[in-house]
């Protein structure tokens, strides 16, 4: 135990004036079971800090062969190790200068123990929420309609918002959000997606109901809807499609949705296209607006991340290229995209980078760091940095 003149005597050493000092000094020495790797630090921005004050919970979740994520309730971060050069302490009890300030019933010195210390501490990045693996799981059992001869698949296929949790690398806002996203619903309790061809039939009853019934296709009645389709599928698919596919509000006590025009010529488009490698831009186009509800207009940018246009080939085609199915990680993104075309414009590959943006990041941002821009017949292009083997 060191004694106020030790105190002194090693101020004296190190040449610092004890009247520029707080009076009282903190003696630290290492406890009998002090050692590193016994504790771990965590760096958090003011926003955890105020989750955890909250009683509110992080998460860290990642299975075996994935990089370790934390999750809040609505953000997710990357977790990587930074290393320091100073050796960090843990010190119960240890008092800060503001805390010597305003407590003067403080001794003049005072001997801590160290608990533990470390080189390293946890250092959380912003980033996206890893979710491309959720779409993969819900496909494994598409839901194909009531028929119970082929819905006996086993539990073990399908997913609580629980076990989505155990195994999605997202905070559970942002999964629920993409869960809207991509159409699922509820079924038994079970997150399911409905298989495209399903999907496309229940669109085709609502929409050729609308044109029997001569209604608008901003004011569909749920309540006539489900009454009038109700015999053919279950109502609480036909209301999912509704959601799905349109807005919902109420007007003077009833419940009326307002249907998306682009959404249901998107659909109409990749119903078309999925079973074509390519086709002919000129006869999918004619073909396509022939295919859609009578006063619906498709247009070219409804299949923005869905379909691609090759204006170089003669004639021009058109070719089904969803975004969810490209890789989740930048490099790799880009690499598949110039595997496809080696050149491209702005204009053609944003739809298939947009969603790779971190916060604050744009498009523009992205195209410097991954890809090299040239003027091609008046027109910038963008190619790989590197050869694509």
């Known amino acids: 135990m ?12 190190a040449k610092l004036n004890p009247a520029e000092l707080l009076p009282a000094a903190q003696c630290l020495r290492f406890g009998p079971r002090a ?19 909250a009683g509110r919970s992080l998460v860290i979740r990642g299975e075996r062969d994935e990089q370790a994520v934390l999750c809040s309730k609505d953000k997710t971060y990357d977790m990587k190790i930074a290393d320091t050069s100073n050796m960090l302490l843990f010190i119960p009890g240890c008092k800060t200068p503001e805390q010597l300030l305003t407590d003067q019933t403080l001794c003049n010195i005072f001997h801590t123990q160290v608990a533990g210390f470390a080189n390293n501490y946890w250092e959380l ?16 059992n598409p839901y194909e309609g009531p028929d119970i001869g082929k819905d006996q698949s086993s539990a073990d296929s399908k997913y609580t918002t629980e076990d989505l949790l155990e195994h999605i690398q997202a905070s559970e806002e942002e999964m629920l959000h993409y869960l809207q996203v991509i159409n699922a619903c509820k079924i038994e309790g079970y997150w399911r997606i409905l298989e495209f ?91 396509w607006q022939q295919s859609v ?17 090759d204006r170089h080939s003669r004639p021009q085609t058109i070719f089904l290229l969803k975004v969810e199915d490209l890789p989740e990680d930048n490099q790799e993104r880009f690499n598949s995209l ?52």
């Open 2 to 13: 060191r004694s106020r003149a030790e105190v002194d005597a090693t101020l004296h050493i």
């Open 35 to 53: 050692s590193a790797g016994d504790c771990c630090l965590l760096q958090l921005e003011a926003g955890l800090c105020a989750e955890l004050e």
């Open 125 to 140: 990045r912003r980033c996206r929420p890893k979710l491309k693996k959720l779409k993969k799981l819900l496909s494994e």
């Open 197 to 287: 061809d399903y999907e496309v039939k229940l669109v085709n009853h609502i929409t050729q109901l609308i044109d029997s019934e001569s209604w608008s296709f901003s004011k569909i009645p749920l309540n006539v809807c489900l009454q009038e389709l109700g015999p053919l599928e279950p109502k609480e698919m036909i209301e999912h499609i509704l959601l799905s596919y349109g807005k919902k509000y109420t007007d003077e006590g009833e419940v009326y949705f307002e249907m998306n025009e682009d959404k249901i010529c998107r659909t109409t488009a990749q119903m078309l296209l999925q079973n074509a490698v390519k086709f002919n831009l000129s006869e999918f186009q004619e073909v």
């Open 293 to 309: 509800p009578e006063g619906m207009t498709t247009r070219l940018d409804q299949l923005k991340g869905l379909a691609l246009v």
């Open 338 to 389: 110039f595997h496809i075309w080696e050149k491209w414009t702005e204009a053609d590959i944003t739809p298939y980078i947009q969603d790779l943006c971190a916060e604050k990041q744009t498009v523009g941002a992205l195209l410097t760091k991954y890809a090299r821009s040239s003027m091609q017949n008046g027109v910038k292009v963008y190619n790989s940095r590197r050869p694509i083997s």
